[in-house]
């Protein structure tokens, strides 16, 4: 594939004086990744987009992560060299202005690039610092690839560049996303005309089966524009005003899957959940109005996880005392992602606020307020390959962490807390009875052992619990003893009681086989 010429444009890393090259210590591969990498290897090196190299300064490592469907993405991570370079002062449209001018149209057409970042070379000078190790040898990019900081503003400057002539009056271009609007449909034609006539002076290439020409209303950056103007996708909408009331708990979570607002435990739907439930319905009625942006302005964000949903705010500070909403993002969590731990949930809040709210990342500085360690833990280089997965995906916008404000009761309570409290009955019984759990203090392989603990009663169903742990040396427990500290521990494990309070542990019991 051609692509834009070097002379029109060129993507170069603006690397800071004072930093090292850094190379990844190499990653290993089932033979089965390894087979998925040379086919994607083979794919770029006959499109031209890779080449090999020798002695590079800088090395990453590519990762496999998996797509929807069972097929399988191979990215690379670039989280050091994003590092070095600092973040682009070019400046991003901003989204409520193209959107405002969007909206209003009577014919639109959204286009699409066919591999558009690809379409844009790398700096011949800057080539050899994209380089990535594989098992069959070491490559670097001769195109724009995914994941290097500072991508966007590049593509926004070519794009600037080609429909600058067009921009404000006939096309909107927010980086990738490009829409051509018109009044009527002849003169729309005559736009299209003219924007396919300077697509083809620059050597720019779309993918027609992810272009829709000549409609009447679509999707732009978030947003569902049309002729009546900005509106609520009218499908999220109707999926939520026709839901009839829960009958049970199978219902009930349907519904928190559209919501994300109301709790899959519940003994039944009572009154107040049906009173609650028109509430729902009656705001979506009357959308709240959110807060409007300053260029280069730095945006705030909270984050907040439970045991069935994740939720972030994004806001912005005009004053020291007063905080904005500018968009909120919550979904409920799949089956699988609700055994995640508080770290993991948390960063999955993050990325899927940073998915949904891509163009605002890229066009502000994004400032995350939380308690959790997320900076040291998304540098770590032993990560797991999910969350180093979502670590490339978050090196591209140099987020900064700071720990969480202090924010007025209720302030905080029009928003999901991030340590949210169970329910009433479960806060009672932690009130009534604590755990107490005795352990020798013993620091070896073998394990600790268990020498007494209560068992309360109310425990006998499925709540979660504070426990109280006391550390010390005790007298070795009796053997005739041992069978019922085994049958503590195992309810302990089934439970799940101790996952917050400490990393999952071998239980060793002397003289107690099975345990």
């Known amino acids: 594939m051609k692509g834009i010429d070097p002379s029109v444009t060129s993507h170069k890393l603006n690397i800071l004086p004072t930093a090292r090259p850094i190379r990844q210590k190499v990653r290993r591969f089932h033979p089965d990744r390894q087979k998925i990498i040379r086919i994607e290897i083979d794919k770029l090196l006959e499109a031209g987009f890779i080449r090999e190299v020798d002695y590079p300064d800088w090395l990453a490592n590519v990762v496999v992560v998996p797509k929807k469907e069972g097929k399988w993405r191979v990215c690379v991570d670039y989280t050091n060299l994003n ?14 202005q193209i959107v405002d001018s969007t909206a209003g149209q009577g014919m639109l057409s959204f286009l699409d690039a066919f591999f558009g970042y690809h379409q844009i070379p790398m700096s011949p000078a800057d080539e050899e610092k994209t380089v990535f190790i594989t098992p069959h040898g070491l490559y670097c990019y001769r195109v724009m690839p995914f994941g290097l900081k500072n991508v966007g503003a590049t593509y926004q400057i070519l794009m600037t560049k080609i429909f600058k002539p067009l921009i404000g009056h006939t096309v909107e271009v927010y980086i990738d996303d490009i829409v051509v609007k018109s009044e009527t449909r002849d003169e729309h034609v005559l736009h299209l005309q003219e924007v396919f006539h300077l697509l083809r002076k620059y050597g720019m290439k779309l993918n027609p089966s992810k272009c829709a020409f000549g409609i009447s209303a679509g999707k732009f950056l978030g947003f569902m524009v049309s002729q009546r103007g900005i509106e609520v996708s009218p499908d999220q909408v109707k999926a939520v005003i026709e839901t009839p009331p829960p009958r049970n708990k199978k219902e009930l979570q349907r519904l928190t899957g559209k919501l994300v607002a109301l709790g899959p435990r519940t003994n039944g739907w009572m009154d107040n959940c049906q009173n609650a439930f028109e509430k729902i319905k009656h705001c979506l009625m009357q959308p709240p109005i959110l807060s409007s942006l300053i260029p280069k302005e730095k945006l705030y964000m909270y984050l907040a996880v439970s045991e069935w949903a994740i939720s972030a705010v994004l806001f912005r500070c005009p004053s020291p005392n007063e905080q904005k909403p500018i968009y909120y993002v919550s979904r409920a969590l799949a089956d699988v992602e609700t055994r995640y731990s508080k770290m993991e949930l948390t960063t999955l809040a993050l990325r899927s606020a940073a998915q949904k709210l891509r163009p605002y990342f890229q066009a502000h500085p994004v400032v995350v307020l939380t308690y959790q360690p997320l900076r040291n833990i998304l540098h770590k280089p032993d990560l797991t390959e999910r969350m180093l997965q979502w670590a490339i995906e978050l090196s591209e916008f140099g987020i900064e962490f700071q720990p969480r404000l202090f924010m007025k009761d209720q302030v905080m309570a029009d928003f999901v807390l991030e340590y949210s409290q169970k329910s009433s009955q479960r806060q009672e019984s932690s009130e009534k009875e604590w755990w107490t759990l005795r352990v020798d ?75």
């Not at 590092?83 to 409520?96: G, T, Y």
């Not at 109280?468 to 041992?482: A, V, Y």
């Open 83 to 96: 590092n070095a370079c600092p973040k682009d002062s070019f400046p991003l449209p901003r989204i409520d």
């Open 441 to 515: 203090g013993a620091s070896r392989s073998s394990g600790v052992h268990v020498a007494r603990f209560s068992y309360p009663d109310y425990l006998k169903e499925r709540h979660t619990t504070l426990i109280s742990i006391t550390s010390g040396r005790l007298p070795q427990m009796h053997p005739d003893d041992q069978h019922r500290p085994s049958g503590y521990v195992s309810r302990l494990n089934q439970e799940s009681i101790l996952v917050e309070i400490v990393r999952p542990s071998i239980w060793h019991l002397r003289g107690s086989p099975g345990t």
